[in-house]
């Protein structure tokens, strides 16, 4: 009896103990509003407008359409069983590849581009769920496929925007102290100074602005999606996309984004690209602007001139309705019909665009709907299509 008493005794301390910090992991991976001198500088960009940045075509987003979606979603949007991966051993990165450009995919929007000479780990989620909490949320479908640890020596981190499937408190806090720099839109970094990254390693950019990396010029590009970490923090701080461009090769990194015209002018500027990463899944009809979708993602690869088309956004959780092989499926279906050049590796496996391979489908045949049952049509396509002649 006394030891069920001393048991009893110490459970509520302990249950208190693990609530508190559960709820200050929480608070802290919610990240922080930005103040002073970088709240300054983010009201002086074009972009900032009545306290928030804006995209300049405005979001779509049926709400009821979107929870209904919630309570309906594809019998195959989770894996059945294990998903093909490879799981990377620490030799491999021994040495930059001979052809100047290799992409490890790692899932989702997760990548290792090695550039030129320059290595980007590029919205890195090593944690377990995309959530301010460790216990609830969309939970990985497969452990990382290389420890952070075992990672090369890596020049910058990329991040698109602070949503929690691009940037992972958990994993930041474990890079932190590492000779990185962080390159992010305006206002992400009050998070990562508040996550404990040093100011010195924090470089923040305005769409269209650069930065010299060695001898890889960045240059922040639009995007049209949104922000926030919480309810009272939308679009507090700017989410872009990104164009690399090394003095051999140029790869384009859409972050997430609906189609808009300015993806043709940054084709114009910036390309030919030799690799464009593009998000193509976690789609829906209620939410046509946030995400390109599949077709749209091969029609924006087309208006941004690239070679090679890389599908991200896809196969490591499940953030949508629909299956989650069909942004694949449907990518290739499209690219056939516009001949675009499509690279499909296994999460874990490395690419290089310059030597020509042939990749097979790893991902297991389920049924899908296509581009014509279920359309993922950005908003103003007409302003956008005018653009793209």
Excluded at 30 to 52: D, F, N, T
Excluded at 166 to 184: A, E, Q
Excluded at 295 to 307: D, M, N, P, R
């Amino acid at each position: 009896m006394k030891n069920a008493h001393n048991s009893r005794k110490w459970f509520f301390p302990i249950l208190i103990f693990f609530l508190a910090g559960s709820f200050f992991y929480t608070c802290q991976a919610m990240g922080k509003r930005a103040e002073g001198e970088r709240l300054i500088r983010m009201q002086s960009s074009p972009q900032w407008k009545e306290g928030q940045f804006v995209n300049p075509q405005p979001l779509i987003n049926d709400f009821w359409a979107a929870l209904g979606s919630m309570f309906r979603p594809s019998p195959e949007v989770d894996p059945k069983g294990p998903v093909p991966v490879v799981y990377i051993e620490k030799s491999r990165f021994s040495k930059l590849p001979e052809s100047g450009l290799r992409v490890t995919w790692f899932g989702h929007s997760s990548s290792l581009i090695e550039l030129d000479g320059v290595r980007i780990l590029t919205d890195p989620v090593w944690s377990e769920r995309t959530s301010p909490s460790s216990w609830i949320g969309p939970k990985r479908w497969y452990p990382p496929l290389i420890s952070l640890e075992d990672l090369p020596e890596i020049d910058l981190v990329l991040i698109s925007h602070d949503h929690y499937d691009h940037m992972d408190f958990g994993t930041i806090s474990k890079l932190k102290d590492r000779n990185i720099l962080f390159v992010v839109p305006l206002g992400l970094g009050a998070n990562l100074s508040y996550w404990g990254v040093p100011d010195a390693k924090i470089i923040e950019l305005d769409w269209w602005e650069t930065k010299k990396i060695k001898d890889l010029e960045i240059v922040s590009t639009p995007a049209r999606h949104a922000s926030g970490r919480y309810l009272l923090d939308n679009d507090e701080k700017l989410w872009s996309s990104y164009a690399l461009i090394g003095p051999k090769h140029r790869v384009y990194f859409s972050g997430d984004t609906g189609l808009f015209p300015k993806m043709k002018e940054i084709g114009e500027k910036y390309g030919p690209f030799d690799l464009t990463m593009i998000e193509t899944g976690q789609y829906n009809q209620a939410w046509p602007d946030w995400h390109i979708g599949p077709e749209q993602a091969v029609i924006a690869h087309t208006q941004l001139k690239g070679k090679v088309l890389l599908p991200i956004h896809w196969g490591l959780f499940a953030l949508a309705s629909h299956g989650w092989t069909e942004p694949v499926e449907r990518v290739l279906e499209k690219s056939k019909e516009l001949g675009v050049t499509v690279i499909t590796p296994k999460p874990g496996e490395s690419a290089e665009p310059d030597l020509q391979k042939d990749y097979i489908a790893w991902w297991p045949k389920l049924p899908f709907k296509s581009g014509k049952e279920d359309p993922i049509l950005s908003s103003q396509l007409e302003e956008i299509t005018a653009s793209a002649r």
